[in-house]
Every structure is written in structure tokens, then in C-alpha cells.
T-cell receptor, first 112, second 113 residues
């Protein structure tokens, strides 16, 4: 199994641009999580999907952030417009109805 | 609201020493307590986990100690090795719930050779 796949691994963009992060969860997993990691705030849960349905998006910082999961094998996190304070490492994680989460390698986003 | 408090923020240990990281939680409904290990440039990975029906769980050089009455749990790394240098996160979640873990802020461990 390839594990959770995220793309791109690195993204550098200018303020105001749209950014789309992609995630392919482990096949058979039914829960998907998007996290943001920064030195200041640690690991923050942004949104949680179960069976492709968003269950908890209370961690999404503001309307500039949106996430979709059109099917069981793909999810996107979009930031529009991006701001320098969005610079962070974004992780996608998946699990199968349980506590153990499998994290992807992350996308390092830099907004200049 | 920080429901899981982790300390210390950073830890430096000599090779062969014992590394100890502590976590305290507030929500008594938590019933699953995992530790994740994160190497630079990688995502966190589950290292070891414990449920509150036991006070200790050991896997190789890694041991979780759990004190339900004090609402505290800790990770002990025996015979620490340079390869253990990483960031460690404790977490807590509720079984039968949404399985969303609440993470501690992390501890950066450096093991000197």
C-alpha cells in the first residue's frame, strides 16, 4: 500500500492566488482529516470527512478555506485567496472507523 | 481551549538515557491515548497507544504510563538512540465517538550520540 498520497509536496504562491491541495487516502479507509501544522499553533484539525461527508468543519479558519471529497479516493483543500498567514504544512490523514490515523507526507505551503 | 497539555516543549537527552514526555488531559470522556512520532519532513505516525483499563503498555523501548485518577499519561523512551530524535505528540480521543483526536503541542526530542 502506498499510504496516504498528497500533492504537491511544496507550493509557493503569491498572496491573493488560489491554492489547491490534493489528497488520496488509503484504499478502504472511510474517514479523512485535513490538518494544518505551524510552530505557533501545533497540529490543528481543519475538517473531518466520514464516508465522503463533511462531519466537522469547525476548524476551518475562515471562508477562504474550503474542502471537498467527491469520492472515497480523493479530497481537496482549497484556499482562495491565499494570504501569507496561511503558510504552513498541511497534512491529510485517513483512518478506518478507528482511532489510528495514517498521515500523508504533507504539503508545505509558502504564501509570499 | 487546550484539552491536552504536553510537556516539555523540547528535550535533549544523551544516548542511552531515558526520555520522558508528559501529557495531561481535562476531558474524562477520553478513553484512547495514542502517541505519534514525527520525523522532519514527514507526517506523524502512530507509535504506541493505551486505553485506560491498563496502567502501562510497553512496546520495545517505548512505554506508556497512564494515571487515570490524575488524568495524566507519559511516554518513556528507554536507552534513547539518536534515531529517536523526532517530535512526539500525545493525543486523546473518545472511542465510539467521532474518533477525532485532540493533540498535544508536541515535544522536540534530540538524542545526542
Amino acid at each position: 500500500d502506498a499510504g496516504v498520497i498528497q500533492s504537491p509536496r511544496h507550493e509557493v504562491t503569491e498572496m491573493g492566488q488560489e491554492v489547491t491541495l490534493r489528497c488520496k487516502p488509503i484504499s478502504g479507509h472511510n474517514s479523512l482529516f485535513w490538518y494544518r501544522q505551524t510552530m505557533m499553533r501545533g497540529l490543528e484539525l481543519l475538517i473531518y470527512f466520514n464516508n465522503n461527508v463533511p462531519i466537522d468543519d469547525s476548524g476551518m479558519p475562515e471562508d477562504r478555506f474550503s474542502a471537498k471529497m467527491p469520492n472515497a479516493s480523493f479530497s481537496t483543500l482549497k484556499i482562495q485567496p491565499s494570504e501569507p498567514r496561511d503558510s504552513a504544512v498541511y497534512f491529510c490523514a485517513s483512518s478506518f472507523s478507528g482511532h489510528e490515523q495514517y498521515f500523508g507526507p504533507g504539503t508545505r505551503l509558502t504564501v509570499t | 481551549q487546550q484539552q491536552v497539555k504536553q510537556s516539555p516543549q523540547s528535550l535533549i537527552v544523551q544516548k542511552g538515557g531515558i526520555s520522558i514526555i508528559n501529557c495531561a488531559y481535562e476531558n474524562t470522556a477520553f478513553d484512547y491515548f495514542p502517541w505519534y512520532q514525527q520525523f522532519p519532513g514527514k507526517g506523524p505516525a502512530l507509535l504506541i497507544a493505551i486505553r485506560p483499563d491498563v496502567s502501562e503498555k510497553k512496546e520495545g523501548r517505548f512505554t506508556i504510563s497512564f494515571n487515570k485518577s490524575a488524568k495524566q499519561f507519559s511516554l518513556h523512551i528507554m536507552d534513547s538512540q539518536p534515531g529517536d530524535s523526532a517530535t512526539y505528540f500525545c493525543a486523546a480521543s473518545i472511542e465510539g465517538g467521532s474518533y477525532i483526536p485532540t493533540f498535544g503541542r508536541g515535544t522536540s526530542l534530540i538524542v545526542h550520540p
